[in-house]
């Protein structure tokens, strides 16, 4: 049994990491979050201790090492986007494997000081990229790479989640925090598409707002044309007509990827890896996080040539 430690227990996929520690027989020590509202812990671990400030957990964590001969193995990481690598530095300091949500970091040259610093501790900083474990998508990495080297493929992603007013208000509507549309609700999917597809080697922009953007992004393998968005006006009319508020598709050469089920799991079942040492490192995580800062400061370009045609009925 291996002690965790979790910070960012309030977030929304706190919920899914303590479902995983529990699901693989380990313990939680102690959580921290500077929110209150944490009543899903008596779900999991009723009786792990709780923090709403860091200095009182850290020296719970002190506390519980010294007195008690409690160490931490690892310290799960679901804070805003801005405060992962923070965070994840923590743990290490602390002797402890850093198990971090998406993204790692919202800038690439930050993976670079994150290696360091595992190097000198001689702990691991894990990331969770669930979307790599999904059968679907096992399914046709396996089969692009029996495919010829040289075979393109032209690829749809269209993803729009609609949020209200509150998410403009949150962290998640500061650039600066969350970085932006395309990190925050874009990110795995561009971690996923070039784990299949292959690197990069042209990402072209098209539209970049607040709560939508757009763009070509082209792999060794594959042509992606892709569409993200936080607009409920943006939804198909037959998704709105269901009640649904989010519609998730990825067309290649015109046939749908069925992805739509088999996520529940997918967070256990990457615990069951990083507990087994086989886990994503930091060098999985770099070339999403190239991508999503590129897109963040690239110059929109003209809608001439290839773009998606979602961008047709923005107006």
């Not at 002690?3 to 102690?30: C, D, M, Q, Y």
């Not at 992962?84 to 002797?95: E, N, Y």
């Not at 993200?228 to 990827?257: A, C, N, V, W």
Request: glycine share 6%; proline share 3%.
């Amino acid at each position: 049994m291996k002690n965790f430690g979790l910070v960012g227990v309030a977030g929304f996929v706190a919920a899914r990491h303590l479902n995983a520690i529990k699901e693989t027989n380990n313990s939680l020590l102690a959580a921290l979050d500077k929110f209150d509202s944490v009543g899903i812990m008596d779900s999991y671990f009723p009786q792990a201790d709780f923090f709403v400030e860091f200095e009182r957990f850290d020296r719970h964590l002190e506390t519980l090492k010294y007195e008690q001969n409690l160490e931490l193995d690892y310290v799960s990481v679901c804070t805003p986007n801005y405060l992962h690598d923070a965070h994840v530095r923590f743990a290490l300091r602390r002797g402890a494997d850093a198990i971090c949500e998406k993204p790692l970091v919202l800038n690439p040259w930050n993976i670079d000081k994150l290696a360091h610093i595992e190097k000198e501790s001689g702990k691991r900083i894990w990331n969770i990229l669930q979307s790599r474990l999904h059968p679907s998508i096992l399914s046709l990495r396996e089969k692009v790479r029996n495919n010829p080297k040289n075979t393109n493929y032209d690829v749809d992603l269209t993803y729009i989640t609609s949020r209200g007013s509150w998410y403009f208000s949150s962290w998640k509507g500061d650039i600066s925090k969350s970085g932006g549309v395309a990190t925050n609700i874009g990110v795995h999917f561009f971690d996923m598409l070039t784990w299949i597809f292959g690197a990069v080697r042209q990402n072209t922009v098209h539209l970049h707002e607040a709560d939508k953007a757009a763009g070509l992004l082209e792999l060794e393998n594959a042509r992606i044309r892709w569409f993200l968005s936080l607009d409920y006006e943006d939804l198909p009319d037959k998704i709105k007509g269901i009640g649904q508020r989010t519609y998730r598709s990825i067309i290649i050469e015109d046939e749908e990827l069925e992805f739509s089920g088999g996520f529940t799991d997918l967070h256990t079942k990457s615990y069951e890896q990083i507990l087994d040492g086989k886990g994503f490192g930091i060098e999985d995580t770099r070339q999403s996080i190239e991508i999503v800062h590129d897109i963040r400061e690239k110059k929109t370009v003209a809608l001439t040539g290839d773009y998606h045609p979602m961008i047709k009925n923005i107006n």
